[in-house]
């Protein structure tokens, strides 16, 4: 497993660590010898990567490591790390270790932060009819345990039209002086729009501008189908917290996730469970008790073999294969597209439907060609698809030509 192995997906000269500002000032990356690194059914177009990740070789072989080591004496535990990991996510996201929590997946993150936040029986959290039905779950019972309230909004007419001046004028209008969070979603599931962050961020701004520290609306984002899709810094968004499995587009280790929250918001939100840690008041947040360690730890390869690849390229080559499905589907009779066209309003997740069959039935044919992909099942039930840098252009050609012959 020498270094030399391991960089070969980059073509060229052994350029090791790079962090291009522009994907077309960047070298080329072998995309098939990324795709290597991972051990795929080859007998499957997978286009749902998305899902629940496969691990590149180098997370495996650090999984094995940590495993090897707390199989030989599990005393041997190693806080330092978690730390690592911290300081590792911190920098991807464009943020400081202390201010990231370590948690388990995406759900038990936003869980941590509703359940946490200190909240009034006469405030409530927003959320809109586009977020996870978790994420409205996590809200709901935290809200319970309160005595608030949870408000569902509605942030856009139709997706595939949704600009950013829409989203921020309707949450405008929603926002009352009760509202204590606000959450969104940065790439919806349920239909693949990207959500501007920022530009709600703007509105939640203004809201909070004669505010007490304890009626401060905090705005909260489910990330986890931006992080390591999108090219951004999640950290610098404007959000007031950012959550995210790193075990989707981050190839992350099963069983891991992310939070992020603004230092400036930190005391508004006391820890649910208690912690393995008290090196900061946000990494308290982090549920403790024994885990899956090995796998907790095997997130800093993740996150190295991302910064070795480039974020602004993997983003790149997530919104190609995307807008080259878009397009091919824009082609076919009978097939609406539900996702906006517009790359600046989307990332890897394609939301569409076939005249004539459920998305169910979608999936079912796609199936039978050896082509794996999903419907938005907690929403209306579109055939979705997700492209991921292990997907290649004739992948995507396979499908459109499957699709036009349902
Ligand atoms: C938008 C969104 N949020 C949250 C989740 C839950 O993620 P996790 O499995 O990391 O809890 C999913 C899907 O699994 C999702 O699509």
């Known amino acids: 497993m020498g270094g030399m192995e391991r960089r070969d997906f980059l073509v060229g000269t052994g350029l090791l660590a790079v962090a291009p500002t522009a994907a077309s000032a960047a070298p080329a990356l072998d995309w098939g010898a990324v795709r ?47 730390q690592e990991v911290a300081g ?47 994420h409205l779950q996590a809200a709901q019972l935290a809200a319970r345990r309160a005595g608030a309230k949870v408000r569902i909004g509605t942030l856009y007419e139709n997706s595939a039209r949704v600009t950013e001046d829409e989203v921020a004028t309707r949450l405008r209008n929603s926002i009352t002086p009760q509202t204590r969070a606000v959450g969104i979603t940065w790439v919806q599931s349920s239909t693949g729009v990207k959500m501007p962050v920022r530009a709600c961020a703007q509105v939640v701004a203004e ?56 230092p400036q918001v930190g005391n508004q939100i006391v820890p649910l469970l208690p912690s393995l840690t008290s090196r900061s008041e946000t ?73 004539g069959k459920t998305g169910d039935q979608v999936v079912a044919l796609l199936e039978q060609k050896h082509i794996q992909i999903t419907t938005a099942a907690y929403r209306i039930p579109y055939a979705r698809v997700g492209t991921a840098i292990l997907n290649t252009p004739q992948e995507i050609d396979r499908t459109l030509k499957e699709i036009r012959a349902l």
């Open 36 to 82: 290597r690194e991972f051990r795929l059914d080859p007998t499957l177009t997978n286009l749902g990567l998305f899902y629940l990740a496969s691990n590149p070789r180098e997370v495996r072989t650090a999984v094995e490591d940590f495993k090897r080591k707390l199989d030989a004496n599990s005393h041997d535990l190693m806080p330092e790390q978690a």
């Open 88 to 134: 590792a996510l911190g920098q991807y996201v464009g943020g400081a270790a202390d201010d990231i929590a370590l948690v388990p997946n995406t759900t038990v993150g936003l869980s941590i932060v509703y359940g946490g936040l200190k909240l009034r029986q006469d405030q409530e959290l927003l959320l809109n009819d586009q977020d996870h039905a978790w």
């Open 207 to 262: 809201a909070n501008k004669d505010r007490k520290q304890e009626d401060r609306c905090l705005l909260v984002v489910d990330g986890v189908h931006g992080l390591a899709a999108v090219d951004d810094d999640a950290a610098r968004l404007g959000a007031d917290v950012f959550v995210a499995g790193t075990h989707k587009w981050l190839f992350g280790p099963r069983g891991t996730g992310m939070v992020w929250v603004n």
């Open 283 to 355: 990494a308290a947040l982090g549920p403790g008790g024994f885990h899956a360690f090995e796998h907790f730890y095997g997130v800093k390869a993740a996150v190295q073999f991302h910064q070795r690849l480039g974020r602004t390229r993997v983003a790149a080559r997530i919104a190609e294969l995307a807008t080259r499905f878009k397009d091919g589907l824009a082609e076919i009779p009978g097939v609406v597209i539900h996702t906006p066209r517009d790359p600046a309003m989307s990332a890897g997740m394609v939301c569409f439907d076939v005249n």
